[in-house]
């Protein structure tokens, strides 16, 4: 294991300091480091480094967590030491199971029950819990609350109303001497955002969400194009055609310059916009995602952080002991103040965090009606499955194939998978 074996000094081993550990490890972190969440993981790592007489490795992930996962299946199947803890997103439970430390003999049965059991569904694997729950999130929508003010307009409720909306204001405001703004930027790069964002449109439009959980492919359906092709409007129109390329971190950056009326993301982005020095602080608001029609179902992707343990640590024990430090209580509530959903139920009534972060009022509510990528029933194979999935609305986006004909061959693509088992 990478960790140093660091003998303390001499003093330390004296009777006085007995209770200090006669050699302390180093454990090796990955943290995620879009928007608030490296200084977060930095800083409460160092915290249980101090408090443990441990100390603690920071590695970064890539702002984009699509590029962390073949780099931990390469460190893992290398059996590397040099990774202990894993920031985990919910859909590469399964992918990296069998690299991941049973955690059921290692936590307290009663801290474990403390998180929801939605967020526990998404660690356990053949009833092996191998990760913590670290927060939970949904797709959500952020606009410019002084802007539909300005031009006396309500939140939208479909997307049809958000289109409607998102031209009038960027137009008014081309006019009238703002000639970079847009209406609508999200994630439309090739990549794991757009598998969330298509979920959206489709779910939403009452199109499904391309696997059943049951495993039945219902991809290919009128709803799903109908869905597809008010998102290939959006191109060139409300949203620039550099969204075909944007991640999380680059539609958010268009929008906290202040050039764009909505924008969707994660709920991180409520912290980033009210954080000091944020050009946006007060002039933000944040609502469920719009429906696809009046009555349909407001359908934020379902995401998760949650943290996990390399069976190839060198000591499990110490690795496990800042996962529960990180995911426990007092740290989850700071993350929360920062607005990071939790994943301790109790949280959801701390009179402090829900005044600190709005969106937690109608969290749970958008969890519940949240829709979850088929990541459960596809298993290992899920990557594979996704690229399908945005790939196939990547080339709808960007004008190379109609709705109809790309969701045909994205079906038939998951047929493909699913009769070899996936
Ligand atoms: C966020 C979500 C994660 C999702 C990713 C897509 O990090 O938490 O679940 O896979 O975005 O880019």
Not at 186 to 201: K, P, S
Not at 407 to 418: G, N, Q
Request: aromatic content about 10%; glycine content about 10%; proline content about 3%.
């Amino acid at each position: 294991m990478h960790w140093t074996k660091c003998v303390k000094a001499a003093a330390l081993a004296t009777a006085a300091f007995a209770a200090f550990p006669a050699a302390a490890a180093e454990v090796s972190i990955f943290c995620s480091s879009a928007g608030a969440e490296l200084e977060l993981c930095q800083s409460a790592s160092e915290a249980w480094a101090k408090e443990t007489g441990n100390t603690v490795k920071i590695n970064k992930m890539p702002a984009n967590w699509g590029e962390a996962l073949p780099l931990y299946q390469q460190l893992l199947a290398g059996k590397s030491g040099d990774v202990d803890v894993l920031t985990l997103d919910n859909i590469w439970v399964g992918t990296l199971a069998s690299h991941l430390v049973d955690l059921r003999q290692k936590v307290p049965a009663d801290e474990v029950s403390s998180h929801f059991e939605s967020s526990l569904a998404d660690a356990t694997i053949n009833g092996q819990l191998l990760a913590m729950p670290w927060f939970v999130d949904a797709g959500l929508m952020f606009y410019r609350k002084d802007l539909l003010e300005k031009y006396g307009k309500a939140e939208p409720k479909t997307w049809r109303e958000l289109t409607e909306t998102a031209k009038l204001i960027q137009d008014k405001e081309r006019a009238s001497g703002s000639p970079d703004m847009w209406g609508y930027v999200w994630q439309g790069r090739a990549y794991e955002g757009l598998t969330c964002d298509a979920l959206e449109w489709v779910a939403s439009y009452g199109g499904g969400t391309f696997i059943s959980p049951e495993g039945e492919i219902t991809a290919n359906n009128p709803k799903a194009a109908e869905a597809l092709d008010i998102a290939r409007s959006w191109i060139g129109g409300i949203s620039p055609e550099g969204v075909l390329n944007y991640d999380e971190e680059g539609s958010r950056g268009v929008f906290e310059a202040g050039n764009s009326v909505f924008h969707r993301n994660w709920s991180y982005v409520w912290g980033t916009t009210q954080a000091d020095g944020s050009s946006l602080r007060g002039k933000v608001g944040v609502m469920a995602l719009p429906v696809g029609a009046e009555g349909g179902k407001s359908s934020g992707c379902y995401g998760a952080g949650l943290l996990g343990v390399s069976k190839y640590a060198d000591d499990v024990d110490a690795a496990v002991s800042l996962v529960r430090y990180l995911t426990g209580a007092k740290e989850q509530k700071r993350r929360a103040l920062q607005a990071y959903s939790p994943t301790l139920k109790a949280l959801y009534e701390d009179k402090d965090v829900l005044a600190a972060n709005p969106s937690l009022q109608f969290a749970e509510k958008a969890y519940a009606e949240s829709a979850s990528r088929p990541s459960q029933v596809t298993g290992a194979s899920y990557n594979r499955v996704s690229q399908r999935i945005f790939n196939g609305v990547h080339n709808v986006l960007s004008g190379k194939e109609s709705a109809d004909d790309a969701l045909a061959k994205v079906a038939s693509d998951l047929e493909r998978l699913k009769a070899r088992g996936w």
